[in-house]
């Protein structure tokens, strides 16, 4: 691992590129739409889904202020002297069950520090599904450092893992693959991903296995990252089930593309993750008019959690919507949500 300055990286890319060579690099096929301008993406039996952290960081002040003395909301994550004290990290476990009855297990998102994400791994047996081979692949839903950081926990005992990532991920990113240390921001991954890599591009329908697929969101998001993908899960005779890490391209479009795009979409079931409504302060009308646009799609589960926002968990509750409560235990803040080590079924 070779241990990088913001400035060594610069420089590195202005010399033909050669620190971002990375082998295996294949592009996913989308799926085609029907006749009807949907996209059938299969069904499935079930999803459980555990929460191995939702807690990104301990202290939203520190963690404000550190970005506000860099420079704010626009400036680059990679060059902020984060305090990895601060440190804590998003990452959920699924286990699809297939019409068949066969079980397909994958990570979404790695976490922010290695230490904390390294105790959870072990707390909830991840360490050892990794080892054995059981998880299938790495879902990251975005490059915030807060999900994506933590590359280096699960790499410690699956280096050859595959990993699906949005098209839409910048040099950096692409770079921290390879074990890489970024001084400023203390982001380090010492161990070389030597697995498949597959790149999403925007906009299509990845199936990933009959009744789940992917689909990645362009837009621009703080501090310089790009694109978020998320994914949907068909759950036969329940309906479509939509998960996130941070749902930055908003609720309201995420379901509205199921709605619009894919066959039983128009059947909503659940939501599962972060939804990015209230995660650093009280409620406003923008945030008000998502919140009460969620009733539309009559969901029968809100599995919120992360950065929906406490606020935005409790205007749920005020207008009583589903929302699946937690224990509030190993970090997390509150039980009316789904929490560190907490999990929920759909099916």
Same mark, same amino acid.
């Given at each position: 691992?070779?241990?990088?300055?913001?400035?060594?990286?610069?420089?590195?890319?202005?010399?033909? =590129?050669?620190?971002?060579?990375?082998?295996?690099?294949?592009?996913?096929?989308? #799926?085609?739409?029907?006749?009807?301008?949907?996209?059938?993406? =299969?069904?499935?039996?079930?999803?459980?889904?555990? %929460?191995?952290?939702?807690?990104?960081?301990?202290?939203? /002040?520190?963690?404000?202020?550190?970005?506000?003395?860099?420079?704010?909301? /626009?400036? +680059?994550?990679?060059?902020?002297?984060?305090?990895?004290?601060?440190?804590?990290?998003?990452?959920?476990?699924?286990?699809?069950?297939?019409?068949?009855?066969?079980?397909?297990?994958? #990570?979404?998102?790695?976490?922010? +520090?290695?230490?904390?994400?390294?105790?959870?791994?072990?707390?909830?047996?991840?360490?050892?599904?990794?080892?054995?081979?059981?998880?299938?692949?790495?879902?990251?839903?975005?490059?915030h450092l807060d999900h994506y950081w933590g590359l280096e926990t699960v790499?410690?005992?699956?280096?050859?893992?595959?990993?699906?990532?949005?098209?839409?991920?910048?040099?950096?990113?692409?770079?921290?693959?390879?074990?890489?240390?970024?001084?400023?921001?203390?982001?380090? *991954?010492?161990?070389?991903?030597?697995?498949?890599?597959? @790149? %999403?591009?925007?906009?299509?329908? *990845?199936?990933?296995? +009959?009744?789940?697929?992917?689909?990645?969101?362009?837009?621009?998001?703080?501090?310089?990252?790009?694109?978020?993908?998320?994914?949907?899960?068909?759950?036969?005779?329940?309906?479509?089930?939509? !998960?996130?890490?941070? %749902?930055? @391209?908003?609720?309201?479009?995420?379901?509205?593309?199921?709605?619009?795009?894919?066959? =039983?979409?128009?059947?909503?079931?659940?939501?599962?993750?972060? #939804?990015?409504?209230?995660?650093? =302060?009280?409620? +406003?009308?923008?945030?008000?008019?998502?919140?009460?646009?969620?009733?539309?799609? *009559?969901?029968?589960?809100?599995? %919120?959690?992360?950065?929906?926002?406490?606020?935005?968990?409790?205007?749920?509750?005020? #207008?009583?919507?589903?929302?699946?409560?937690?224990?509030?235990?190993?970090?997390?803040?509150?039980?009316?949500?789904?929490?560190?080590?907490?999990? !929920?079924?759909?099916?």
């Amino acid at each position: 691992m070779k241990e990088i300055s913001r400035r060594e990286f610069i420089k590195g890319m202005a010399i033909g =590129g050669a620190v971002l060579g990375l082998g295996g690099i294949v592009w996913h096929k989308p #799926l085609e739409a029907l006749a009807s301008g949907k996209y059938d993406i =299969g069904r499935c039996k079930s999803v459980r889904i555990k %929460c191995i952290s939702e807690l990104g960081w301990f202290d939203t /002040k520190k963690l404000i202020g550190q970005m506000k003395a860099a420079g704010g909301p /626009k400036t +680059n994550q990679w060059i902020i002297p984060w305090d990895p004290k601060n440190a804590a990290g998003s990452c959920s476990l699924i286990d699809m069950e297939a019409l068949d009855g066969r079980h397909h297990k994958f #990570l979404i998102d790695t976490g922010w +520090n290695n230490q904390y994400m390294d105790e959870a791994f072990k707390r909830e047996g991840v360490d050892q599904m990794l080892k054995r081979g059981e998880i299938e692949f790495l879902f990251i839903s975005h490059e915030h450092l807060d999900h994506y950081w933590g590359l280096e926990t699960v790499l410690k005992y699956d280096p050859s893992i595959k990993i699906v990532i949005p098209s839409t991920f910048y040099p950096e990113g692409m770079h921290y693959l390879k074990g890489a240390e970024f001084i400023t921001p203390h982001a380090r *991954n010492g161990i070389p991903h030597k697995g498949q890599l597959v @790149q %999403c591009k925007p906009g299509h329908i *990845n199936k990933f296995y +009959n009744g789940c697929a992917g689909v990645t969101f362009d837009l621009p998001i703080v501090i310089r990252v790009r694109g978020e993908q998320s994914l949907y899960f068909n759950v036969k005779d329940k309906g479509m089930v939509c !998960v996130t890490g941070c %749902c930055h @391209q908003s609720i309201l479009t995420f379901a509205d593309f199921a709605q619009k795009k894919i066959v =039983g979409g128009d059947n909503m079931y659940g939501v599962y993750g972060g #939804l990015h409504i209230a995660p650093f =302060g009280p409620m +406003n009308p923008k945030r008000e008019h998502i919140v009460k646009g969620m009733a539309k799609y *009559n969901f029968k589960k809100i599995a %919120c959690n992360h950065c929906t926002g406490l606020v935005a968990v409790q205007k749920m509750i005020e #207008l009583g919507y589903p929302v699946v409560k937690g224990t509030g235990r190993f970090g997390s803040k509150s039980d009316l949500y789904i929490g560190n080590g907490d999990e !929920v079924f759909f099916g």
